[in-house]
């Protein structure tokens, strides 16, 4: 691809966006609903902290516009992670499989857990783990046995005889994984299947919400997500029992009382405060005209890539994405890095797609299988500047 070609998709991004000059963002959040009365109610009630009635507005209208039964928020989506794999009982000596191609907070999660990750690849046309891939991994490298203590079925890791505890998916930059075969082959084995669905907010995967698949589901509210509450995260469950105790273990496990103190277990101070649910919900107010924003800017740069012939990520059969970041598809590394270069020189954000998982320091010993299409997608992606417009 020439310099010519580079030019000519800077051009358009900044037509886009109407920015002619200066900074095109990849990703900014829009304030244009009720976020400032609701924070100018939060702060005259004086309950900015963690009590106030916008949090539990907020977990109501997720829940509800999720379609799930129980939604609890944190303060990040990086422990609504950690909080998640502890909840259902991940813990030392266990192992926890995910993609390679993700944001290092899921890795970092599994390791808060003292679990060990094992990264498995992804597909090419959905960007998340592969069901098959999965499926395979699981019957060459596993025992699958009757807890006689619990009777609960087990799956162990022939080699390191450690416990398979959790399947960890991701759906990568908002496109739906193949979820519900991910979910069937785990639960094969007993495994429990913890949805990342942190960048998913508003993506279907046959008509359902992403998140809501698994036992668990996080997302996160962070300044770059399509919803944000400036920093946040909140888990999604129809398990309300599991639902309950997990909002007591973000409250410090702290029983109910009016005056006395005590904590039955270990818990956490998860909660998120009530100012940033206050904008949580005015932005969960909007979400339709932001959805609808990026999804018609996703359209016509599949319109304008189809036009200079290069290749622009669609999603998936069976899914209604997001479309949180989108992305193109260059020839190889080499075009990578100069287009990044070139982009980012001229002022518009690019970016690569995370380094894998597996080529950081502290993952690198982690057990990985073949990973041709994870590699395939670090050497080639970009992603281009994808703010909704209203
Ligand atoms: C953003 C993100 C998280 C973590 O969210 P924070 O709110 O920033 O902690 C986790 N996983 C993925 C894939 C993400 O993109």
Request: with cysteine; charged share 20%; proline share 4%.
């Given at each position: 691809m020439d310099h010519n070609k580079f030019k000519q998709i800077v051009d358009f991004i900044r037509e886009q966006y109407s920015i002619p000059s200066g900074l095109v963002p990849l990703h900014s959040p829009i304030f244009c609903g009720n976020e400032k009365k609701y924070l100018n109610e939060c702060i005259d009630s004086t309950f900015?902290?963690?009590?106030?009635?916008f949090v539990e507005k907020f977990e109501n209208t997720v829940a509800q516009y999720t379609g799930t039964a129980k939604a609890i928020v944190t303060v990040n989506g990086t422990n609504a992670l950690h909080l998640a794999l502890t909840s259902i009982?991940?813990?030392?000596?266990d192992e926890v499989i995910t993609q390679p191609?993700?944001?290092?907070a899921t890795a970092n999660a599994i390791a808060y857990s003292n679990a060990h990750p094992v990264f498995l690849d992804i597909d090419r046309?959905?960007?998340?783990?592969?069901p098959e891939k999965l499926n395979t991994w699981l019957e060459k490298n596993t025992i699958t046995r009757i807890?006689?203590?619990?009777k609960q079925q087990v799956t162990l890791?022939?080699?390191?005889?450690?416990?398979?505890a959790a399947v960890v998916p991701m759906h990568t930059f908002g496109h739906p994984c193949r979820i519900d075969e991910i979910v069937e082959i785990s639960n094969k084995y007993g495994i429990e299947v913890v949805e990342d669905a942190a960048e998913s907010l508003g993506s279907l995967y046959k008509g359902k919400h992403t998140g809501?698949?698994?036992k668990l589901g996080i997302l996160s509210f962070n300044g770059?997500?399509?919803?944000?509450?400036?920093g946040g995260g909140m888990i999604l469950t129809n398990d309300t029992h599991l639902g309950t105790k997990i909002k007591h273990l973000t409250t410090q496990a702290k029983m109910p009382h009016p005056w006395e103190f005590y904590h039955d277990e270990i818990g956490y101070n998860y909660r998120m405060p009530n100012i940033n649910a206050a904008i949580g919900l005015a932005q969960m107010e909007n979400i339709e005209k932001f959805l609808a924003s990026k999804r018609g800017i996703a359209k016509s740069y599949q319109q304008f890539f189809k036009s200079i012939g290069i290749e622009f990520f669609v999603e998936p059969k069976n899914a209604h994405s997001n479309y949180w970041l989108n992305l193109i598809i260059l020839k190889n590394r080499n075009e990578r890095n100069k287009f990044l270069e070139y982009s980012n020189k001229n002022g518009v954000v690019t970016r690569p797609v995370?380094?894998?998982?597996?080529?950081?320091p502290m993952f690198k010993d982690a057990q990985t299988d073949n990973l041709e299409n994870s590699e395939w997608l670090e050497d080639r992606a970009v992603n281009i500047p994808s703010s909704a417009r209203l």
């Amino acid at each position: 691809m020439d310099h010519n070609k580079f030019k000519q998709i800077v051009d358009f991004i900044r037509e886009q966006y109407s920015i002619p000059s200066g900074l095109v963002p990849l990703h900014s959040p829009i304030f244009c609903g009720n976020e400032k009365k609701y924070l100018n109610e939060c702060i005259d009630s004086t309950f900015v902290s963690s009590v106030g009635e916008f949090v539990e507005k907020f977990e109501n209208t997720v829940a509800q516009y999720t379609g799930t039964a129980k939604a609890i928020v944190t303060v990040n989506g990086t422990n609504a992670l950690h909080l998640a794999l502890t909840s259902i009982g991940v813990n030392t000596n266990d192992e926890v499989i995910t993609q390679p191609v993700t944001f290092v907070a899921t890795a970092n999660a599994i390791a808060y857990s003292n679990a060990h990750p094992v990264f498995l690849d992804i597909d090419r046309d959905t960007l998340g783990l592969s069901p098959e891939k999965l499926n395979t991994w699981l019957e060459k490298n596993t025992i699958t046995r009757i807890e006689p203590s619990t009777k609960q079925q087990v799956t162990l890791n022939k080699t390191t005889h450690r416990r398979i505890a959790a399947v960890v998916p991701m759906h990568t930059f908002g496109h739906p994984c193949r979820i519900d075969e991910i979910v069937e082959i785990s639960n094969k084995y007993g495994i429990e299947v913890v949805e990342d669905a942190a960048e998913s907010l508003g993506s279907l995967y046959k008509g359902k919400h992403t998140g809501t698949f698994g036992k668990l589901g996080i997302l996160s509210f962070n300044g770059n997500k399509i919803v944000t509450t400036g920093g946040g995260g909140m888990i999604l469950t129809n398990d309300t029992h599991l639902g309950t105790k997990i909002k007591h273990l973000t409250t410090q496990a702290k029983m109910p009382h009016p005056w006395e103190f005590y904590h039955d277990e270990i818990g956490y101070n998860y909660r998120m405060p009530n100012i940033n649910a206050a904008i949580g919900l005015a932005q969960m107010e909007n979400i339709e005209k932001f959805l609808a924003s990026k999804r018609g800017i996703a359209k016509s740069y599949q319109q304008f890539f189809k036009s200079i012939g290069i290749e622009f990520f669609v999603e998936p059969k069976n899914a209604h994405s997001n479309y949180w970041l989108n992305l193109i598809i260059l020839k190889n590394r080499n075009e990578r890095n100069k287009f990044l270069e070139y982009s980012n020189k001229n002022g518009v954000v690019t970016r690569p797609v995370w380094t894998l998982m597996n080529k950081l320091p502290m993952f690198k010993d982690a057990q990985t299988d073949n990973l041709e299409n994870s590699e395939w997608l670090e050497d080639r992606a970009v992603n281009i500047p994808s703010s909704a417009r209203l």
